[in-house]
Nanobody, 123 residues
Framework: QVQLVESGGGLVQAGGSLRLSCAAS????????MGWYRQAPGKQRELVAS???????SYAESVKGRFTISRDSAKNTLYLRMNSLKPEDTAVYYC?????????????????WGQGTQVTVSS
């Protein structure tokens, strides 16, 4: 099993910045892709940004140029740097990971979610 723990959310004024972190632990043989999703009240969960094991990144159009996803493989930690925040960025942000599982050898593949961290941007 894999555990994902997010941190770094909070309340910030419009135009401000935050950095979210997601620490992965457990039986991780290797990582396929990790990403950040968000869900605002009354809306569906949406993909914000993702990064593959090879380092290829992709972003939702609404955050391009403002958000940066990165990963520290040695620490098994995913980051999301959010700049120029807007009130419409207010949401619960979730970390997601698609992992190959196993301690010594491949034992299967799994998809996991963190518990979410609240980001609130005031106008």
């Amino acid at each position: 099993q894999v555990q994902l723990v997010e941190s770094g959310g909070g309340l910030v004024q419009a135009g401000g910045s935050l950095r979210l972190s997601c620490a992965a632990s457990g039986s991780i043989f290797s990582t396929n892709v990790m990403g950040w999703y968000r869900q605002a009240p009354g809306k569906q969960r949406e993909l914000v940004a993702s990064i593959t094991n090879g380092g290829t990144t992709s972003y939702a159009e609404s955050v391009k140029g403002r958000f940066t996803i990165s990963r520290d493989s040695a620490k098994n930690t995913l980051y999301l740097r959010m700049n120029s925040l807007k009130p419409e960025d207010t949401a619960v942000y979730y970390c997601n990971g698609d992992f190959n599982l196993g301690s010594m050898y491949y034992e299967g593949r799994g998809d996991y979610w963190g518990q979410g961290t609240q980001v609130t941007v005031s106008s």
